[in-house]
């Protein structure tokens, strides 16, 4: 059974670098049938694409973040990470890893538990 | 990008009875439209994508219909266990876009 694990700091400090790895077991993450996102939920609000990548390594990111995102696979460990950098206390979320199904429009289909980052100093 | 607008923001619904969320669209996302669930405190779960196709493991008393710029998602019976948020979400388009939920709350 697929399951995506999110971990990293929970606390980060303004205008720092938010750090986040995603592990993922019961499914290999160099699968040619799925992407694999972020998407985060600020506290008590919605929810909010981040980006995507391929295993190949192709992404895509929400302009809205404009370029303060990176996001990587590591195929070698099963694992693919987003860095956020510059945060603001705006960047305080939940933030959920996922799957999407590929294809022309791919979806998501499974998310991970999910991981609070707080922005304070 | 493509906003998703829901309603209502809350729906009071007893137990046994229908429940009928709505999704719509700002441009045609054509079926590329799914439905996820969120319980408090815990992560969502696709419930619907293609508009209208169950996830794996999800019961027939969900059911989505709509396409274009007009989405609805019925839950025929209420369950103690759907009482929950429930987000369309648009895959039409980069970048994916959400609805702000709907709550759907016991009557």
């Known amino acids: 059974q697929l399951q995506l694990q999110e971990s990293g700091p929970g606390l980060v400090k303004p205008s720092e670098t938010l750090s986040l790895t995603c592990t993922v077991s019961?499914?290999?993450?160099?699968?040619?049938?799925?992407?694999w996102g972020w998407i985060r939920q600020p506290p008590g609000k919605g929810l909010e694409w981040i980006g995507s990548?391929?295993?190949?390594?192709?992404?895509y990111h929400n302009p809205s973040l404009k370029s303060r995102v990176t996001i990587s696979v590591d195929t070698s460990k099963n694992q693919f990470s987003l860095k956020l950098n510059s945060v603001t206390a705006a960047d305080t979320a939940v933030y959920y890893c996922?799957?999407?199904?590929?294809?022309?429009?791919?979806?998501?289909?499974?998310w991970g538990q999910g991981t609070l980052v707080t922005v304070s100093s | 990008e493509i906003v998703m607008t829901q309603s209502p923001a809350t729906l009071s619904v007893s137990p046994g009875e229908r429940a009928t969320l709505s999704c719509r669209a700002s441009q045609s996302v054509s079926s590329n439209l799914a439905w996820h669930q969120q319980k408090p405190g815990q992560a969502p779960r696709l419930l619907i994508y293609g508009a209208s196709t169950r996830a794996t493991g999800i019961p027939a008393r969900f059911s989505g219909s709509g396409s274009g710029t007009e989405f609805t998602l019925t839950i025929s019976s209420l369950q103690s266990e759907d009482f929950a948020v429930y987000y369309c979400?648009?895959?039409?388009?980069?970048?994916?876009?959400f609805g702000q939920g709907t709550k759907v709350e016991i009557k």
């Open positions: 996922a799957r999407l199904h590929s294809g022309s429009y791919p979806w998501v289909d499974n």
């Open positions: 990548i391929y295993y190949s390594g192709t992404t």
């Open positions: 019961g499914g290999s993450i160099s699968s040619s049938y799925y992407y």
């Open positions: 979400q648009q895959y039409d388009n980069w970048p994916q876009t």
